[in-house]
Nanobody
Framework: QVQLVESGGGLVQAGGSLRLSCAAP????????KGWFRQAPGKEREFIAA????????TYSDSVKGRFTISRDNAKNMMYLQMNTLKPEDTAVYYC???????????????WGQGTQVTVSS
């Protein structure tokens, strides 16, 4: 399966911002619904945000609503996650994903990236 590629992670102080990018090569992935998940050490993979293939619909977890914004540029086969007002509890490996279904569970998606580390210091 075609793999997505995340970038933009790093170390940031609490209250700061980061913008994650996700490259999704291939025409099929460009039309898939996409999402972001994260996984902290010792915890299960957690849904963060999803965006429909057209970009008309978005949904967020309660933990990031109002702070994070998901967007996509189908012409460039790219997806983004703008993260503002970061908190130490946002520290995790962030994964982008794509699939034919639009949902909040990892089972909705078929293609995944390797993940990018986000660390928020207090």
């Amino acid at each position: 399966q075609v793999q997505l590629v995340e970038s933009g992670g790093g170390l940031v102080q609490a209250g700061g911002s980061l913008r994650l990018s996700c490259a999704a090569p291939g025409r099929t992935l460009a039309l898939y619904n996409k999402g972001w998940f994260r996984q902290a050490p010792g915890k299960e993979r957690e849904f963060i945000a999803a965006i429909s293939w057209s970009g008309d619909s978005t949904t967020y977890s309660d933990s990031v609503k109002g702070r994070f914004t998901i967007s996509r540029d189908n012409a460039k086969n790219m997806m983004y996650l703008q993260m503002n007002t970061l908190k130490p509890e946002d520290t995790a490996v962030y994964y982008c994903t794509a699939g034919p279904k639009y949902g909040r569970t990892w089972q909705s998606y078929t293609n995944w990236g390797q993940g990018t580390q986000v660390t928020v210091s207090s």
